[in-house]
């Protein structure tokens, strides 16, 4: 619809990846100027867990894979904290949805998430990201996006 009225798009692969290819693929193709756009303008969401190591990084996206279980199991409750290991909190079913449904997120060092965003981007061609992160404890998710910041200005430099 977006692409028939000549509008931007948006999709959230944050939590639904699945047709994120498929559906940027389709909007592009079938994109008709109008008043509002002369070109698709196509955005995307996703995780970003930064911090300022990579095992830093993935620990405190264990917050976010224990609630999405959570969800699946049917008992949804408020964002739990961050674990040093998953293996006991998911059978190996559950870690195969989670790792389905976060396979867009970019998570790690500043190093590593500048790299994951540069080949996200690259891959996607997205003229715009909408970043989430999940993350327990408030300093630790505002330093997060700090650091996404930085990585944001290294790219676009």
Do not use: K
Not at 58 to 84: A, I, K, M, Y
Not at 102 to 113: D, I, K, L, Q, Y
Not at 130 to 146: C, F, G, P
């Amino acid at each position: 619809l977006a692409a028939a009225l000549g509008l931007p798009f948006a999709f959230a692969a944050h939590f639904a990846p699945d047709f994120l290819d498929e559906a940027l693929r389709l909007y592009r193709s079938g994109f008709q100027p109008s008043v509002a756009l002369a070109r698709p303008h196509a955005m995307a969401a996703i995780q970003v867990f930064a911090a300022d190591t990579d095992a830093e990084a993935e620990r405190l996206f264990t917050s976010l894979q224990q609630s999405f279980v959570n969800l699946r199991r049917g008992t949804p409750v408020p964002l739990p904290p961050p674990v040093d290991n998953l293996g006991d909190h998911w059978t190996a079913r559950e870690q195969a949805l989670v790792a389905a449904a976060f396979r867009e997120a970019v998570v790690g060092s500043p190093a590593t998430v500048q790299r994951g965003l540069a080949a996200f981007l690259e891959r996607t061609g997205v003229d715009e990201l909408m970043v989430t992160s999940a993350i327990y404890d408030h300093a630790a998710r505002r330093h997060s996006l700090e650091l996404v910041a930085e990585c944001r200005d290294a790219l676009a430099g």
